[in-house]
């Protein structure tokens, strides 16, 4: 089964800092991966997302991840945070194809600090 | 546009009485699924549809039911709700064809008191 482990519950950051965001995965084949930004009170919005070809992905609101097959990771890096980036973020895993469901990690919440 | 819409926003019940949530979409996708978040768990899967009369339960499906009679709608039932039930929940949908991810709800949060 597939399983998603986000080891950062709550990560601080000082705005105009870089911050990456760790997210382990386990899965058997080539898996579809994802990184969706909830604010409070919000839906999930898609940040970005990974199914083959170049392993660092651009997302949006000046996001990318990178997919390391050796290390089973899909880490999140912004090279400098905005306040407007506080939010909890969530890492999730799945197999693709016609019918496939996502695996969510726990989510780590990031606070930015003026 | 095309959305997907959960109603009620927030709903609080007793203990034992029958609840249930919405969701509703206009994208024409045939997935369609719903999560619970709780502090610490993340989101985790209660049921999900891959269309019309098919259902399955996910991981945490004891206590709660779907059904699919139609593309657009799948409502999630909590035959007798518990305090345990009290979460926020997220409907979601994704597209059967090219796979890129799901389009989730805005969330309905229940209260079982």
């Known amino acids: 089964a597939q399983s998603v482990t986000q080891p950062d519950i709550h990560i601080t950051v000082s705005e105009g800092a870089s911050l990456e965001l760790r997210c382990n995965y386990s899965y058997g084949a080539t898996p579809y991966l994802f990184w969706y930004v909830q604010s409070p009170g919000q839906g999930l919005q898609l940040l970005l997302k990974?199914?083959?070809?170049?392993?660092l992905v651009q997302g949006i609101k000046g996001f990318e991840a990178e997919f390391k097959r050796s290390q089973s990771s899909f880490n999140l890096r912004k090279p400098s945070v905005h306040w407007s980036d506080a939010a909890e973020y969530f890492c999730a895993v799945g197999a693709g194809g016609t019918a496939s469901k996502l695996t969510f990690g726990t989510g780590t919440r990031l606070q930015v600090t003026l | 546009d095309a959305e997907i819409t959960q109603s009620p926003r927030h709903k609080i019940t007793e203990t034992g009485r029958q609840v249930t949530l919405a969701c509703h979409q206009t994208w024409n996708h045939n997935n369609m699924f719903w999560y619970r978040q709780d502090l610490g768990h993340g989101l985790r899967l209660i049921h999900y549809?891959?269309?019309?009369?098919?259902?399955n339960k996910g991981e945490v499906s004891d206590g709660y039911s779907v059904s699919r009679s139609n593309t657009e709608d799948l409502p999630l039932t909590l035959e007798s709700a518990a305090s345990s039930q009290t979460s926020v929940y997220f409907c979601?949908?994704?597209?059967?064809?090219?796979?890129?991810?799901?389009?989730f709800g805005s969330g309905t949060r229940l209260t079982v008191v």
């Open positions: 990974y199914f083959s070809g170049d392993t």
């Open positions: 549809s891959y269309g019309v009369q098919d259902t």
């Open positions: 979601a949908s994704s597209d059967s064809v090219g796979f890129s991810g799901y389009t």
